[in-house]
Nanobody
Framework: QVQVVESGGDLVQEGGSLTLSCTIS????????MAWFRQTSNKEREAVSG????????YYSNSVKGRFAISRDNAKNTLYLQMNNLKPEDTGMYYC????????????????????WGQGTQVTVSS
């Protein structure tokens, strides 16, 4: 059984930093591309960053490029999202997602093509 557990969300002031973590069990972690999505109350779930199964290719949405950094530690079965210079518009529920196929980039796919999701971790940025 695959389990996906996010952590690290918090309330921070504008300009602050957070690191989100996502620990995944029940699959061969190194075989899968993964992504971070976020969702606000008035928007659809949007992908903010993706990471290929090898870790060699990283992707970011325009809204977070230059401020967020995605990484993975295969030895710990953990995906990370380092978020710097946070803005109020970064506020939302952040989800970690595992691609439905192996050996992929984890990017440029709709949310429906990610098989496994965590429960989410809330990030709130105050101005």
């Amino acid at each position: 059984q695959v389990q996906v557990v996010e952590s690290g969300g918090d309330l921070v002031q504008e300009g602050g930093s957070l690191t989100l973590s996502c620990t995944i069990s029940g699959l061969n972690f190194g075989d899968y591309g993964m992504a971070w999505f976020r969702q606000t109350s008035n928007k659809e779930r949007e992908a903010v960053s993706g990471l290929s199964f090898s870790g060699g290719s990283k992707y970011y949405s325009n809204s977070v490029k230059g401020r967020f950094a995605i990484s993975r530690d295969n030895a710990k079965n953990t995906l990370y999202l380092q978020m710097n210079n946070l803005k109020p518009e970064d506020t939302g529920m952040y989800y970690c997602a595992v691609d439905s196929e192996i050996y992929t980039t984890g990017w440029n796919k709709p949310a429906s093509e990610f098989n496994f999701w965590g429960q989410g971790t809330q990030v709130t940025v105050s101005s």
